[in-house]
């Protein structure tokens, strides 16, 4: 069974920073695509990053682009997303979920973990 | 960057058909996909590339894709249908590859 367990959200506040973690069990994770969706509070989904299989390709929303960093390390079967420079703007359930390269769905989601900015 | 359209509420009784639809710009071309999402719980993938489903998803919920509408159509709607549903599409040529709608929220009378 694929689990998808999200985790390093919490308050901070504008300007700070985060590293949310995505760890990933029963599949193969070293040959999925990740991404990261994101939800404000009563808010639609909203997109945030995307990462090959290989870590070799990133995508970022522009409204994150420059600020967060997605990564993976296939060793330990984990996705992140550094956040920097967080504005209350980025408040919001952050998703993982598994992704196909090709057509972009996203097959597999983790729970969410809540990341609030605010001072 | 890309638009989807989706209208904000659709309302159907059980039994019935509802039908969600998603507008977007020769969206005919693109490959859609559509996740339910009940309150409290995260997204799930309804149907993929327009019209395929994944494992364990009633065959009540189909899709089509024509022009600039996609459609979800759930057939024999039941209460546990109650939800909201988002289109989703990605272009890997676009600065903002992913591209989800605003999403539907489906009340069942």
């Known amino acids: 069974e694929v689990q998808l367990v999200e985790s390093g959200g919490g308050l901070e506040q504008p300007g700070g920073s985060l590293r949310l973690s995505c760890a990933a069990s029963g599949f193969t994770f070293s040959t999925y695509a990740m991404s990261w969706v994101r939800q404000a509070p009563g808010k639609g989904l909203e997109w945030v990053s995307s990462?090959?299989?290989?870590?070799?390709?990133?995508y970022y929303a522009g409204s994150v682009k420059g600020r967060f960093t997605i990564s993976r390390d296939n060793s330990k079967n984990t996705l992140y997303l550094q956040m920097n420079s967080l504005r209350a703007e980025d408040t919001a359930v952050y998703y993982c979920a598994t992704s196909d390269f090709w057509s972009g769905y996203f097959d597999h989601w983790g729970q969410g973990t809540l990341v609030t900015v605010s001072s | 960057s890309y638009v989807l359209t989706q209208p904000p509420s659709v309302s159907v009784a059980p039994g019935k058909t509802a039908r969600i639809t998603c507008g977007g710009n020769?969206?005919?071309?693109?490959?859609v996909h559509w996740y339910q999402q009940k309150p409290g719980q995260a997204p799930v993938l309804v149907v993929y590339d327009d019209r395929d489903r994944p494992s364990g998803i009633p065959e009540r919920f189909s899709g089509s894709n024509s022009g600039n509408t996609a459609t979800l159509t759930i057939s024999r709607v039941e209460a546990g249908d109650e939800a909201d549903y988002y289109c989703q599409v990605w272009d890997t040529n676009s600065d903002h590859p992913c591209m989800f709608g605003g999403g539907t929220k489906l009340t069942v009378l």
């Open positions: 020769n969206i005919g071309g693109k490959n």
């Open positions: 990462i090959t299989d290989s870590g070799g390709m990133t």
